[in-house]
């Protein structure tokens, strides 16, 4: 099993710069794809991205390819979202998830979840 913790939501003006972090318990992390997720209320859990086990593979949502980037560091068991040129819609909860699956862009193939983290984009 899993745990995670995101970590590094806040506020920020538009145009900004945010780095989210999410930090897992557990000695076998390298072995999960991770992936980013945002949801506003009312609305449906978004993909945002994902990097696979060794870090080889990546992939983002349409809204925010170019401007968010998803690393890791298997050795802190960490995984991170940069997000650049911050956006008001931007605005939302963001959670990392983990999954076994190698590619996962949907909110199913994930099998552990973070409790989220509140990011806010000031226009």
């Known amino acids: 099993q899993v745990q995670l913790v995101e970590s590094g939501g806040g506020l920020v003006q538009a145009g900004g710069s945010l780095r989210l972090s999410c930090a897992a318990s557990g000695r076998t992390f390298s072995r999960y794809t991770m992936g980013w997720f945002r949801q506003a209320p009312g609305k449906e859990r978004e993909f945002v991205g994902f990097i696979s086990w060794s870090g080889g593979r990546t992939d983002y949502g349409d809204s925010v390819k170019g401007r968010f980037t998803i690393s890791r560091d298997n050795a802190k068991n960490t995984v991170y979202l940069q997000m650049n040129a911050l956006k008001p819609e931007d605005t939302d909860v963001y959670y990392c998830?983990?999954?076994?699956?190698?590619?996962?862009?949907?909110?199913?193939?994930?099998?552990?979840w973070g409790q989220g983290t509140q990011v806010t984009v000031s226009s």
């Open positions: 998830a983990a999954t076994t699956r190698f590619i996962a862009t949907t909110r199913g193939s994930y099998y552990y």
